[in-house]
């Protein structure tokens, strides 16, 4: 079980705008920011959002991070066949005194 | 640009230690944070620690009576051991560098390496 709650999975049509939540506490995404990874199959994880909203360089601004209270979302718009991936949210955790990530969300491009 | 490579045995046998080298190119061991993660098959990620500029040491609780994270100044590489392995340790090993600020108000892991397979097995 993992610390933070993501769905198991989620679909949308190329062009949609499809959004992945990630539930926490107080002691996590309550008190800490949230980054957000994806993972293409076969591949390491790559940094998407970090600080809650910022993107690396190279990341398309189709891509978006919020967060409110304990929780926090990825937002894709303008969906393409290349973002079928798992994605990862994680934040560091007061309690645990370490870094704790979601179980993952896959995402299927229909 | 910065980059990870992991390195070590990809087969251990049950209740020997596991020991993975990561190698770090275009940046210090000097400064950040570096961490390793992994991945069982067809499963999610897992923290597992990490080693400070400072050389301070954090280690996920279900794992640190087992773990052992350092660093090799004069290579620039750290580390990691995992003692008395069982089947439920075969994953993938990822190292990454973690960039955070001391208060740990944000901590991210902004450059990972390909990862390595470790399977444990008799």
């Known amino acids: 079980q993992s610390v933070l709650t993501q769905p198991p999975s989620v679909s949308g049509t190329s062009g949609q705008r499809v959004t992945i939540s990630c539930s926490g506490s107080?002691?996590?995404?309550?008190?800490?920011?949230v980054n957000w990874y994806q993972q293409l199959p076969g591949t390491a994880p790559k940094l998407l959002i970090y600080n809650d909203n910022k993107r690396p360089s190279g990341v398309p601004d189709r891509f978006s991070g919020s967060k409110s209270g304990t929780s926090a979302s990825l937002a894709i718009s303008g969906l393409q066949s290349e973002d079928e991936s798992d994605y990862y949210c994680a934040a560091w955790d007061d309690s645990l005194k370490g870094q704790v990530f979601g179980g993952g969300t896959k995402l299927t491009v229909l | 640009q910065v980059q990870l490579q992991e390195s070590g045995p990809g087969l251990v046998k049950p209740s020997e230690t596991l020991s993975l080298t990561c190698t770090v190119s275009g940046d210090s061991i000097d400064n950040n944070y570096w961490n390793w993660i992994r991945q069982p098959p067809g499963k999610g990620l897992e923290w597992i620690g990490y080693?400070?500029?400072?050389?301070?040491?954090k280690f996920n609780p279900s794992l640190k009576s087992r773990v052992t994270i350092s660093v090799d100044t004069s290579k620039n590489h750290f580390s990691l051991k995992l003692s008395s392995v069982t089947a439920a340790d075969t994953a993938v090993y990822y190292c990454?560098?973690?960039?955070?600020?001391?208060?740990?108000?944000?901590?991210?892991?902004?450059?990972w390496g390909k990862g390595t397979t470790v399977t444990v097995s008799s």
């Open positions: 990454a560098r973690g960039i955070s600020k001391v208060d740990k108000s944000y901590f991210y892991m902004d450059v």
């Open positions: 080693i400070s500029y400072t050389r301070s040491t």
């Open positions: 107080s002691s996590n995404i309550g008190s800490k920011t």
